[in-house]
């Protein structure tokens, strides 16, 4: 199988599986395609139950941070067949991939998940200018996620860093991404 949708190393896409999404990292090494699940997340729970995921390709700074700590209503989601199985992913996709989802091992604190490709699909496609604040909201999304259960200062001061570059760089989409940031957050403005 060529590389498809997904380019080598890390994709940071939205995962979906059942009535769930998440932004999940999707390691493309060597000509396999793995995920390390956190446990105890719903996307490990409906992996193991569907053995499926669909690899949702989006470009709004908003939806990262949304999915990242909070669940979406029902209408952002739509059934698509992939391999003749049913599987749902993000109305507001660009592009989409499905994949069979099969846990190859478990560490302490994670599920390893090996993909197969089932289907991919480009909706639409747009340019997409490198912007430094989008990719610093998606740099504090990921600290937020672990600050959350760990509320380590080192990561409390990398999501500051991250702020700070996406007030310079960001357009208003990155503003408003920031703001949820940090009402999830609980942090008032600081700096
Ligand atoms: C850009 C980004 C990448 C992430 N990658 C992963 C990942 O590869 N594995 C993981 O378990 N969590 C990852 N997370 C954290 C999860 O998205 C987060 O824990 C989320 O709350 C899980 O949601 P769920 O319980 O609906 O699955 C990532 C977060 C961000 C912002």
């Not at 769930?20 to 490990?44: C, D, E, K, W």
């Not at 069979?100 to 289907?119: F, G, Y």
Request: charge should be negative; glycine fraction near 8%; charged fraction near 25%.
């Amino acid at each position: 199988m060529g590389l498809g949708l997904l380019t080598d190393g890390i994709n940071e896409v939205i995962a979906t599986t059942w009535q769930n999404a998440a932004p999940m990292g999707l390691i493309y090494r060597n000509q396999v395609v793995r995920m390390a699940v956190f446990r105890g997340s719903h996307t490990a729970e409906r992996i193991r139950q569907d053995g499926w995921v669909v690899a949702n390709f989006i470009f709004d700074p908003l939806m990262y941070v949304k999915t990242a700590f909070e669940d979406l209503p029902p209408g952002e989601f739509l059934d698509e067949k992939a391999g003749g199985i049913p599987v749902q992913r993000l109305a507001g996709a660009e592009a989409w991939a499905a994949y069979q989802a099969v846990v190859e091992r478990e560490t302490d604190d994670a599920l390893i998940v090996q993909l197969s490709l089932l289907k991919e699909v480009v909706c639409r496609s747009a340019i997409h200018p490198v912007n430094r604040g989008f990719n610093s909201i998606i740099e504090a999304t990921v600290h937020a996620t672990r600050f959350q259960k760990s509320r380590e200062p080192r990561l409390h001061d990398l999501i500051l860093h991250h702020a700070a570059l996406v007030r310079r760089c960001g357009g208003a989409r990155e503003l408003e991404a920031l703001d949820l940031l940090f009402t999830y957050l609980d942090f008032g403005n600081e700096e």
